[in-house]
C-alpha cells in the first residue's frame, strides 16, 4: 500500500463531502464533526459540507454519525468544480 494520504492524479487535494442525515442538527454540533459546515435544509434534513483527509477520516466521520442515531440519507463527493 502507498503511504500518500491522497487518490492518484489528486496532486494533495482533500475531497471535499457532502452527507445529507435525516432531522436537522443544530449549530452546536459543528465542533463534534470537526470543522464540517452544518445546514438545516427545508425538507427537514441537514447537510454537513466539509473535507477529509482520506477514507479512513471519512469512515471516522460516518462512525460518528452511527453513533449518533440518525439516519443516513447520503454522502456525495463534490469535485472541484462542482457547486
Not at 16 to 22: F, G, M, P, T, V
Amino acid at each position: 500500500m502507498s503511504e500518500g494520504r491522497t487518490m492518484p492524479g489528486r496532486h494533495g487535494q482533500l475531497d471535499r463531502y457532502e452527507i445529507r442525515l435525516q432531522g436537522q442538527l443544530d449549530e452546536c454540533w459543528t465542533d463534534w464533526f470537526e470543522g464540517f459546515t452544518l445546514t438545516s435544509e427545508s425538507d427537514g434534513t441537514t447537510t454537513l459540507t466539509g473535507s477529509v483527509l482520506d477514507q479512513a477520516a471519512l469512515h471516522g466521520l460516518l462512525r460518528r454519525v452511527s453513533n449518533l442515531g440518525v439516519t443516513l440519507v447520503s454522502v456525495n463527493v463534490v469535485r472541484s468544480g462542482q457547486p
